[in-house]
């Protein structure tokens, strides 16, 4: 009998133990959904692998365009582009006044840290184009990089204006009043001042600094509490000075924000897009090492994670970084819109060394056909649709909202955190001009400047600038996807 058991028993036992290894099997490989990327709050936020993407996937809300499309296409077709372009001179002098009084508070003093501190570039490095302001001239001498002294071209234009008819001379002043009256997002700094000053860009990175604390706070709790059409019985989730709302996830807060009117909803995501991406810039630059007259900067994966991981944030990192893409697609859109500005040949970006500007010239239009190739921009033409006096009212609220913002840039403390706060919010500012502009660009004239809509060198550089900050960011989350991976 014993005989006839014991090849049963060793049938059953071997069944057994192969189920349970294909099981094991079947587990380890597929059990886990996290590591999946799919939309799921089960186990993501204990996996320190996944728990700052697992959730940033699929559609935006507000637009028709998702996360894994906008990777593809700034990673390897804009991020490059965008890289060179912002290193060629035209792009890389901004003239900004980093003295200005804080509007709003007192002064509470500029931050001591080293890294804050601000190189301004001496006018003898400033190539001689950008310091005479000719990137405004489209004359034969202006646009060929005459050799003619100061004087000399004083003269010359001089010249120039006194043969102007009065009926020209009443042209321009037309032209200077619409100039004046313009819809203007930002609060421009006057580059005649004797407080500004030209900065290089690339000798002045933007990093981290170790400016934070109230001071820090402080500005971004004004810009969201005062200027993001919010009433403070709202309260804003991760505040740090709110009250203390025990175990508030932000239920509320999103309720309340969800039920705004599309623009409204749409000024917050841009604000809290802006936040973020300066976010990462800080992460992906930290000083990880000094001593002995050198420094090492690279990503800071705690730092990362404690701006955006998912438990930590209480699932506000998600959000931030959705909001981030947003931000990308409406300064993309932007672009989009304004490339035939650009695209009129006599449009220079004059520098004074004709080669050098031709090329430039050539890296930005590649860049515009790049990008007309997306097939998901942002229809901005859902914005102020409604009835025609109620939606002139919101836009004048959304441009001063958003004009008051570029106010506050002034209250930074760390001088490296003001220069690139005003000018990535200049950027979006002029972003912002462009797309509710679309009616005087399409009315550009082919051979002449337009005295309809017109762009400063001043708003040129923030407009590109500010979107290779934005490429730069999702360029950046593509390297912390990847650390984050390595330090499981």
């Not at 901004?94 to 840290?113: E, K, M, Q, T």
């Not at 917050?268 to 002995?292: F, T, V």
């Not at 109620?390 to 403390?413: P, Q, W, Y």
Request: aromatic share 12%; charged share 25%.
């Amino acid at each position: 009998m014993w005989r006839r058991i014991a090849p049963a028993v060793g049938v059953l036992l071997s069944a057994w133990f192969f189920g349970n290894f294909v099981l094991a099997w079947f587990q380890q490989n597929t059990g886990n959904p996290a590591t999946q990327h799919r939309d799921r709050p089960s186990g993501a936020a204990g996996r320190p692998d996944q728990s700052c993407f697992c959730h940033l996937t699929g559609v935006l809300d507000d637009c028709f365009c998702d996360v894994e499309s906008i990777d593809v296409f700034n990673n390897q077709k804009i991020y490059p582009r965008i890289q060179k372009l912002t290193r060629q001179d035209y792009f890389r002098y901004y003239r900004v006044n980093l003295r200005r009084p804080c509007p709003f508070w007192p002064d509470d003093g500029h931050c001591s840290i080293k890294d804050c501190h601000v190189e301004p570039c001496p006018e003898s490095e400033v190539p001689v184009g950008i310091k005479s302001g000719n990137y405004n001239k489209y004359s034969q001498a202006a646009n060929a990089g005459s050799d003619l002294t100061a004087c000399e071209r004083a003269e010359e234009l001089g010249a120039i204006n006194s043969t102007l008819s009065n009926q020209s001379k009443e042209a321009f002043a037309d032209w200077a009043r619409h100039d004046d009256a313009q819809d203007h997002f930002c609060e421009l700094d006057d580059e005649s001042s004797p407080d500004a000053d030209y900065v290089d860009l690339l000798l002045n990175p933007e990093r981290y600094t170790g400016y934070k604390g109230p001071s820090a706070w402080r500005v971004w709790n004004s810009i969201y509490e005062e200027n993001c059409f919010k009433p403070r019985s709202v309260y804003r989730p991760l505040n740090p000075l709110a009250p203390s709302r025990g175990d508030d996830d932000g239920e509320a807060f999103y309720t309340w924000l969800e039920g705004l009117c599309l623009e409204k909803r749409v000024f917050y995501r841009l604000i809290s897009g802006l936040h973020s991406s300066i976010n990462i810039h800080l992460s992906a630059e930290y000083l990880l090492d000094e001593g002995w007259g050198r420094t090492v900067w690279g990503p800071n994966l705690q730092e990362f994670r404690r701006r955006f991981d998912t438990a930590q944030t209480k699932g506000e990192g998600t959000r931030r970084l959705k909001n981030l893409y947003f931000l990308y697609l409406i300064e993309l859109r932007a672009l989009y819109k304004v490339a035939p500005y650009f695209e009129r040949a006599f449009v220079h970006l004059y520098t004074g060394n004709r080669q050098q500007d031709g090329a430039t010239k050539e890296l930005l239009l590649q860049l515009f056909s790049e990008i007309r190739t997306f097939p998901m921009h942002f229809d901005e033409r859902s914005m102020f649709a409604g009835h025609k006096m109620e939606a002139k009212t919101l836009k004048e609220e959304f441009r001063l909202h958003f004009k008051n913002i570029s106010r506050i840039m002034d209250c930074v403390g760390c001088s490296k955190c003001r220069l690139w706060g005003k000018l990535q919010t200049q950027g979006l500012g002029t972003a912002l001009k462009v797309l509710f502009s679309e009616t005087e660009i399409q009315k550009l004239p082919e051979r002449s400047p337009s005295k309809g809509f017109q762009l400063t060198r001043q708003e040129i550089v923030a407009l590109l600038n500010a979107f290779s900050r934005l490429s730069t960011s999702i360029h950046q989350l593509h390297r912390f996807r990847l650390l984050l991976k390595e330090s499981r």
